[in-house]
């Protein structure tokens, strides 16, 4: 009786354009430590982050041209 061939087994499922950087480094971590859904879940809380720093910017915005209107003797506008 003759064996099976042996096939090579990769030992990561690692896209082959992570490069080899600090960030290719971390997500590569990522991949193997977290599933799929967790990292979607990270990404989307990341994006909720910045959505809210620009939105609380926007606010800062607004109130300063509020104030500037509000100001009789403002030339702001």
Known sequence: MQAA???PV????????VALTVT???RAMEALLL???QRTARRNAWTAVLEDRR???DR???LH????????AS???
């Open 60 to 62: 800062v915005e607004a």
């Open 24 to 26: 290719g480094a971390l």
């Open 10 to 17: 990769r030992a990561t499922a690692l896209p082959p354009s």
């Open 75 to 77: 030339k702001a506008t």
């Open 5 to 7: 061939p042996v096939r």
């Open 65 to 72: 041209v509020l104030e500037a209107v509000a100001d009789p």
């Open 35 to 37: 599933s799929g859904g």
């Open 55 to 57: 939105r609380a910017k």
